[in-house]
Nanobody
């Protein structure tokens, strides 16, 4: 049963933009915490951004703050990742994940830690050429 469906990946030149989408196809999973991760060839999966629905709190990997933005449209059950000024090092398979408990530190938020997420999408490939 497919629960998270990513789309929007593709091939772009350096400096280009893409917007990834992750549609939640079921209401049987906890989607208060949803996040984006990526995995480049021969590298470990790394956190990109997270969105905590009750407060709309977002977290973003430090190195991506000025280029990536995470957002969510609850009416469409969709999580987005806007990626601007893409670089070859952004080449990776991007995954959407859901169903984990939030944590509290100066407010509730969703850590960008892949180990605690229970539900994963199939991934969408982003390739950035120089």
């Amino acid at each position: 049963q497919v629960q998270l469906v990513e789309s929007g990946g593709g091939s772009v030149e350096a400096g280009g933009s893409l917007r990834l989408s992750c549609v939640v196809s079921t209401d049987t999973i906890n989607t208060d915490c949803m996040s984006w991760f990526r995995q480049a060839p021969e590298k470990q999966r790394e956190g990109v951004a997270s969105f905590y629905r009750p407060t709309e709190s977002t977290s973003l990997a430090d190195s991506l703050h000025r280029r990536f933005t995470i957002s969510r449209d609850n009416t469409k059950n969709t999580l987005y990742l806007q990626m601007n000024n893409l670089a070859p090092e952004d080449t990776a398979v991007y995954y959407c994940a859901a169903d984990r408990q939030p944590e509290y530190r100066f407010g509730w938020y969703c850590p960008i830690d892949p180990t605690a997420y229970k539900i994963w999408g199939q991934g969408t490939l982003v390739t950035v050429s120089s």
